[in-house]
């Protein structure tokens, strides 16, 4: 059995992890406040399927907008749960529980996601890491699995940058397995798995490995408010804009 959590599964990942060892990931998904686990993959599931399964016995899940009204199967919202693990409030502090608590009991996770029509539950971000591109949505897990497919990337991290037309664009923060992996061959397979808007317009290629949790989860924060560390160009490196 292989049980996954603390971020989400990317694709390669789970696709060569089944390729080694012949055991599918199982994902799943809590928090600190959860105690920790309130959704799960079946045990006995045969492929990974992409999403961070249903709720655990005796627990609720659902979908919220901002204002507390439940989204349809389908529909980006907040994933908020409910249950018997679920903690009663933060010690000593009442106003940092009310912000995460709905009038009905409801835990705000802070994660966007969606349920599909069979009730499984799929994350797409963390809310505050969101990038807005001329009003659209991004989640910077979406950009990170297709960039992650390239064989000559180790790792990626996508975060918003500022831009004065869109508001936002994104920009990836790679460290790559090939030296001679160029930007202008990166770009190009995003192009066969990103639309338009999700495309990155910055690429930042480092050597050494990205800032991370002790859980191993990359700070995307960190890169974000650090300032970008100079980086010898190479013949087979075109400068970012």
């Avoid at 080694?20 to 045990?43: A, F, K, Q």
């Avoid at 705000?108 to 809310?127: C, L, S």
């Avoid at 790679?174 to 930007?183: G, H, K, S």
Wanted: aromatic share 6%.
């Amino acid at each position: 059995l292989t049980s996954a959590g603390g971020m989400a599964v990317q694709r390669v990942v789970a696709e060569r992890w089944k390729q080694r060892t012949g055991v599918t990931i199982i994902e799943g998904y809590g928090l600190t406040e959860t105690s920790p686990v309130v959704i799960s993959s079946p045990l006995g599931i045969e492929q990974w399927t992409g999403t961070i399964g249903i709720p655990v016995p005796s627990t609720e899940a659902t979908i919220l907008d901002d204002s507390d009204n439940e989204l349809p199967p389908g529909e980006v919202g907040e994933i908020c749960v409910r249950g018997p693990q679920v903690m009663p409030g933060y010690w000593n502090r009442p106003d940092e529980t009310a912000k995460v608590f709905t009038s009905d009991g409801w835990l705000r996770t802070g994660d966007m996601g969606y349920m599909d029509e069979r009730g499984y539950f799929k994350i797409t971000d963390r809310k505050k890491d969101m990038i807005i591109v001329s009003g659209f949505k991004v989640f910077p897990n979406q950009i990170e699995d297709a960039v992650a497919l390239h064989p000559g990337v180790a790792e990626v991290a996508a975060i918003g940058a500022r831009d004065e037309r869109s508001g936002e664009v994104v920009k990836i923060i790679v460290v790559r397995t090939d030296p001679a992996l160029t930007e202008e061959a990166l770009l190009a397979h995003c192009r066969q798995h990103l639309t338009g808007y999700k495309m990155p317009r910055i690429v930042e290629f480092r050597t050494e490995p990205l800032p991370k949790t002790n859980l191993g989860k990359i700070l995307r924060r960190e890169l974000r408010d650090a300032p970008a560390p100079a980086v010898a160009a190479s013949p087979s490196m075109t400068p970012t804009p």
